[in-house]
């Protein structure tokens, strides 16, 4: 069973910080994605990295996959109460299916 | 939109009862998952299914079964419910091949007594 580390486990931090989070593993994934679930809510997908070094931003969120396709970063600018949430990553082989990791929990305090 | 409906989102049931979860999905996916979730474990996969009638064992399919007799709705069973079944159960769909993003469900909050 692939798996997929992530950390922190928990941040909490004011609006405003910036923050990185990790997901690591020693497997090759063909793809990742990154999820966030809000309280009361399922995963909603924000955004899927494809190619080795790859960077995607999506307003203040800056999202890469690592050279070697085994670890990728969130990295939130200017923080805010919205960012508040769990962040999932996951990955993915054709040959398999998702692997999700253990989640980030995010608070986000005025 | 895809819109992911899982039946209830408390449930409260005793030890030994049988339990039914229910998912519906609204965009004709051929691929759907259960999963439980728990703190400092993730999403943990208990049945997927990628067809009508199809479905293969997850990482945790151990205490569970699932049916799917229709396209859109795929259930989940609880043969003889325990405490260690207490969890989040989460329902998502996805098209295409099964690494594909999904859609999830708000998820039912399972409680066994």
């Known amino acids: 069973t692939q798996l997929l580390e992530q950390s922190p486990q928990f941040l909490s931090i004011q609006e405003g910080e910036n923050l990185t989070v990790y997901c690591n593993s020693s497997s090759v994934f063909s793809s990742l994605q990154w999820y966030r679930q809000e309280p009361g809510e399922g995963p909603v997908l924000l955004v899927t990295v494809v190619t080795g070094g790859e960077v995607k931003k999506l307003k203040r969120l800056t999202f890469q996959f690592g050279d070697a396709r085994k670890d990728s970063s969130l990295h939130i600018t200017a923080a805010q109460p919205g960012d508040t949430g769990l962040y999932l990553c996951a990955g993915g082989d054709p040959a398999s299916k998702l692997t999700f990791g253990t989640g980030t929990r995010l608070q986000v305090t005025l | 939109d895809v819109k992911v409906t899982q039946s209830s989102r408390y449930l409260v049931k005793r030890t030994g009862e049988k339990v039914f979860l229910e998912c519906v999905q609204d965009?004709?996916?051929?691929?759907m998952f259960w999963y439980r979730q728990d703190p400092g474990l993730g999403l943990r996969l208990i049945y997927f299914?990628?067809?009508?009638?199809?479905?293969e064992k997850g990482d945790i399919p151990e205490g569970y079964s699932v049916s799917r007799e229709k396209k859109e709705r795929f259930s989940l069973i609880l043969e003889s419910a325990s405490t260690n079944q207490t969890s989040m159960y989460l329902c998502?769909?996805?098209?295409?091949?099964?690494?594909?993003?999904?859609?999830f469900g708000d998820g039912t909050r399972l409680s066994i007594l």
């Open positions: 299914s990628y067809d009508v009638k199809m479905k």
């Open positions: 998502a769909s996805s098209l295409g091949v099964r690494t594909q993003p999904q859609h």
């Open positions: 965009m004709d996916h051929e691929n």
